[in-house]
């Protein structure tokens, strides 16, 4: 059973405005969330991590919020920039117990020029 | 630095036959880890190494799948015999000693069996 889901499997944006790509789970021991970013043909490229004790971190023009009461967190790109446009997945992990990541199934991000 | 380095990038190979994938993590990263991904599907964690040994297997799909990493350095993925349910993205993850979440991923190698 997935435990990490990202319902919208594509997104299109203009460029310069706001991108929100959305990631809901539903294991309450995940306390760690990431996500990474994966053009074509390449490897998943770590973008920005949150801990569970907090409900934003925000790296220049990168945000992410997460709402632990509704097993949701949230990816904001502002602006948004064609250089943007790839694959975001969004994975959580239980402690920094050296185990798995477990992803979504990942949403491909269009920024249209 | 060197990344993490994955090598075939592509393997076709018919069903039934073996395939050996092999992963060179980053130069010094105790932590090694197998992922697979199915088209369009998520991506699944297959095992994870400390050093040379095996940490969490639980991924594994079944004993047709046989992950070595001899010496605590490269790794390899081997099938035995592949099934055509084994097509997909394998990749290959590193992080340094006590650093769990700060995976470094590789390529992938893209397998597909016919």
């Known amino acids: 059973d997935q435990q990490v889901k990202q319902n919208s499997p594509s997104l299109s944006v203009q460029e310069g405005r706001i991108s929100i790509l959305n990631c809901d789970y539903t294991?309450?021991?995940?306390?760690?969330f990431l996500w990474y970013k994966k053009y074509p043909a390449e490897g998943p490229t770590f973008l920005i991590s949150i801990s569970s004790i907090k409900d934003k971190n925000e790296d220049g023009r990168f945000t992410v919020f997460l709402n632990k009461s509704a097993k949701h967190l949230s990816l904001h790109i502002v602006p948004s920039q064609p250089g943007d446009s790839a694959v975001y997945f969004c994975a959580a992990s239980v402690g920094n117990t050296g185990n798995q990541f477990y992803f979504g199934t990942g949403t491909s991000l269009t920024v249209i020029p | 630095e060197a990344g993490v380095t994955q090598f075939p990038s592509h393997s076709v190979i018919e069903k039934g036959q073996t395939v050996t994938l092999r992963c060179d993590p980053i130069?010094?990263?105790?932590?090694l880890y197998w992922y697979r991904r199915v088209m369009g599907k998520e991506i699944k964690f297959l095992l994870h190494?400390?050093?040379?040994?095996?940490?969490?297997e639980s991924g594994m799909p079944n004993n047709r799948f046989l992950a070595e990493r001899t010496g605590g350095t490269y790794s390899t993925l081997k099938v035995q015999p592949a099934e055509l349910e084994d097509s997909g993205v394998y990749f290959c993850?590193?992080?340094?000693?006590?650093?769990?979440?700060?995976?470094?991923f590789g390529p992938g190698t893209r397998l597909t069996v016919l």
């Open positions: 993850a590193s992080s340094p000693a006590g650093y769990y979440n700060e995976q470094f």
């Open positions: 294991n309450s021991m995940f306390d760690y």
């Open positions: 130069s010094g990263h105790d932590n």
């Open positions: 190494f400390v050093k040379e040994s095996k940490q969490d």
